[in-house]
């Protein structure tokens, strides 16, 4: 009796092994995203894979071997606007799944795998780097000492031109300010969602573009993007975006949820190493430095120089960049509340992961809060996202205006004493029009119109403009 059972007892673990080993993971989708240089494959499993990711060539194509799998679903995406001509699969063995990319052009792979966080379950992540991308990045730094006379140029495929910057020379050399713009999230990371399915990651880039329209509409600034579309970039690698577009301020963009719907009201922040100012300040650092376990920050990693430098750099100049953020920060907020309810009147502090660039100061700016239904809807709104833009602008131009980088043009206009004075905005006054004020003010009708995007020249009583920087009219 006693052995019997015994039996029908190691009976059943065995059976329970034999079927824990079958349970294989399945791959249940397959979803892409495109960004400037990069294409991101992600696999969604329903558990922990091995997985391995070669290239072939003649023709290009890229293989993944993701073992202890089988496919669930077939692996559907449009691949429009990527090297990617098609995604077959095939089960090699019961238990190991073999997916093909048919490639256009080669590309150089990057892949590591996720846990599962609150909002997705276990991940295998492909990054397809475009080939040409890296050779145009790593030809950028500086040009040849001498250049090659044209008969000994090899004949090269013609390589696609870089993307044009629009950098007019700007008197005598002077170089403009750079504002690095950087709108949260990205990708399959959406950040803060509202009721009405509205994403923190589509509401930031809006907003981002249109501040980097109205900056690059003013003489002496030039505005950069980190993110130009929908795709996810790891934190670190925003400042270092930032970095290599020389950037003289970092701005990120955000509109958050909070755990209370009634929360409401923008704020800005700047880095804290200490420790939070506020319980709503340590809430928000958390909630945005988890982008990186939705996203992957499997893909970049400091070098020991770089972190040794980073370490250097931290202790001469985090005191004087963090000083220079709280200024801006204090004036970006100062203009938002003339646009929208202020969260905190002051700028707080924490330990936001995208703050952390030594020498570069940097504020994080949160235009409100999308899980207040009625923020989220004036938030998605154009009028409010120009209104915040404006205010946020204004803020920077007057950060700038009293601490011009050394060899700008805005630097050389205050020293050459060639800076408009006077208030940088102007309320209306009865009986005035836009081109009383531009005269008032030496700058154009159409400037005014466009830091103001005045869709008419049609002005209410009591209504602000925001006057552009300019140069005193040359006598
Ligand atoms: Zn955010």
Same mark, same amino acid.
Not at 53 to 72: E, K, S
Not at 76 to 101: C, E, F, G, K, M
Not at 295 to 300: D, K, L, R, S
Not at 448 to 458: Q, V
């Given at each position: ?6 039996? =029908? ?56 071997? %993701? ?32 997916? *093909? ?5 080669? *590309? ?6 996720? =846990? ?39 004949? #090269? ?23 690095? %713009? ?70 990120? %963009?955000?509109?958050?949820? =909070? ?68 200024? #801006? ?66 803020? *920077? ?45 030496? *700058? ?32």
């Amino acid at each position: 009796m006693r052995i019997r059972a015994l039996v =029908a007892v190691v009976g059943l673990l065995l059976t329970a092994v034999t079927v824990d080993a079958l349970a294989v993971t399945q791959v249940k989708s397959m979803r892409l995203w495109r960004a400037p240089d990069n294409t991101r494959l992600v696999f969604d499993l329903s558990g922990p894979v091995q997985h391995s990711v070669f290239t072939l060539t003649a023709p290009d194509r890229l293989v993944i071997d %993701i073992n202890g799998a089988t496919l669930g679903a077939p692996l559907n995406v449009s691949t429009s606007n990527t090297p990617i001509t098609s995604v077959r699969s095939a089960q090699r063995t019961p238990t190991d799944l073999r997916v *093909v990319v048919d490639l256009k052009k080669a *590309v150089s792979p990057k892949s590591f795998t996720l =846990a599962p966080n609150a909002q997705y379950g276990n991940r295998l992540v492909v990054d397809l780097y475009d080939q040409e991308a890296d050779a145009i990045a790593a030809s950028n730094p500086t040009p040849p000492p001498t250049p090659q006379p044209p008969a000994t140029t090899p004949a #090269v495929p013609v390589t696609p031109a870089q993307p044009a910057i629009k950098l007019p020379p700007p008197p005598s050399g002077k170089r403009d300010i750079v504002v690095a %713009i950087d709108a949260g999230h990205g990708g399959e990371d959406p950040g803060a969602s509202g009721s009405r399915g509205q994403h923190e990651k589509d509401i930031v880039l809006q907003i981002a573009k249109e501040l980097q329209r109205q900056i690059n509409t003013e003489k002496g600034y030039r505005a950069e993007l980190t993110r130009t579309g929908d795709y996810f970039i790891p934190l670190r690698k925003r400042t270092e975006i930032a970095r290599k577009k020389g950037a003289d301020l970092f701005v990120s %963009i955000h509109a958050d949820a =909070a755990p209370s719907k009634a929360a409401f009201g923008a704020s800005v922040f700047a880095l804290s190493d200490r420790g939070a100012t506020s319980e709503t300040a340590r809430w928000l650092a958390d909630t945005e430095n988890r982008s990186d376990l939705i996203g992957g920050a499997g893909n970049v990693s400091l070098d020991d120089k770089d972190r040794m430098l980073a370490g250097v750099l931290l202790d001469l100049s985090m005191t004087a960049t963090l000083s220079s953020s709280l200024n #801006v920060g204090q004036k970006v907020l100062g203009n938002m509340g003339r646009v929208t309810p202020l969260h905190k009147q002051r700028v707080e502090q924490a330990g936001f992961m995208v703050l952390k660039s030594p020498d570069i100061p940097s504020i994080l700016v949160e235009t409100g809060f999308i899980s207040n239904a009625n923020e989220a809807a004036k938030l998605a709104t154009r009028g409010h996202q120009q209104a915040l833009a404006r205010s946020i602008h204004t803020g *920077v131009r007057q950060f700038f205006q009293q601490n011009p980088p050394p060899g700008t043009y805005i630097a050389w206009l205050r020293d050459s004493g060639k800076i408009a004075q006077g208030p940088r905005e102007h309320t209306v006054r009865p009986g005035e029009t836009l081109a009383m004020i531009a005269v008032r003010y030496q *700058v154009s009708v159409a400037a005014l119109r466009s830091s103001n995007s005045l869709k008419s020249d049609e002005l209410k009583v009591g209504q602000h403009l925001d006057i552009p920087t300019t140069a005193l009219a040359s006598q």
